[in-house]
């Protein structure tokens, strides 16, 4: 699944592309909830606490109709105040793109099922891709740097049930860390051996 800098990119074009003003005033929530589901690896949490998909499943499954099913007040966006609003923006858009990649890129070209079988080095090419990925987005400086900018601002009022405040936090302090990282591969030791915990 895409990781943090990619995720927070897909959210600034979103924004861009969808000039809606509440999400242009509360971008910087809009980018916490973009990379918030992965707040579980920070958390300890069990990925579905989050992320609402279940990886042990391959019959179709909507992480977003669950998850508001799992939190009814989030579902009408009248009810919510603009930062939060936004929040849960980002964080569909999140969900709706891990999805796609376990069903689209995943599963068919590194999953069990595929020619590679799932095996460590499948999920390490997987990992692999993600970074590349990520790294691009992190080579827009330009963009990094607006995205970092909006997150450090104060996020006032921000009401989200499925996350406490402490923890988004602490993400939010590890997701401006993360976002300065250098557009290199120095880290993909780190990265790319994940997947071989979980593999």
């Known amino acids: 699944m895409p990781a943090l800098?990619?995720?927070a990119a897909v959210a600034k074009r979103i924004v861009e592309r969808l000039h809606q003003p509440a999400l242009d005033a509360?971008?910087?929530s809009l980018y916490l909830g973009s990379t918030a589901p992965d707040i579980h690896i920070l958390m300890r949490w069990e990925r579905e606490r989050t992320h609402f998909f279940d990886l042990q499943k391959f019959e179709e499954q909507s992480a977003v109709a669950t998850m508001f099913e799992v939190h009814p007040a989030l579902a009408d966006p009248a009810e919510l105040n603009p930062p939060t609003a936004a929040f849960v923006c980002g964080y569909i858009s999140h969900l709706v793109m891990d999805e796609i990649w376990i069903n689209d890129i995943y599963r068919p070209f590194f999953g069990r099922s595929s020619?590679?079988?799932g095996d460590d080095r499948a999920n390490i090419m997987d990992r692999a891709v993600q970074y590349e990925l990520d790294r691009q987005a992190r080579a827009d400086r330009e963009a990094m740097s607006h995205v970092v900018k909006e997150l450090v601002r104060p996020i006032l009022d921000l009401k989200v049930s499925l996350i406490g405040g402490g923890a988004l936090g602490l993400w939010r302090e590890l997701?401006?860390?993360a976002l300065n990282h250098p557009p290199?591969?120095?880290?993909?030791?780190?990265f790319?051996?994940?997947?071989?915990?979980?593999?």
């Open 115 to 117: 020619p590679l079988a």
């Open 5 to 7: 800098a990619f995720h």
């Open 175 to 177: 997701m401006v860390e």
């Open 192 to 199: 790319g051996g994940r997947a071989l915990k979980v593999a």
């Open 26 to 28: 509360e971008s910087g």
């Open 184 to 190: 290199d591969w120095e880290r993909f030791r780190f």
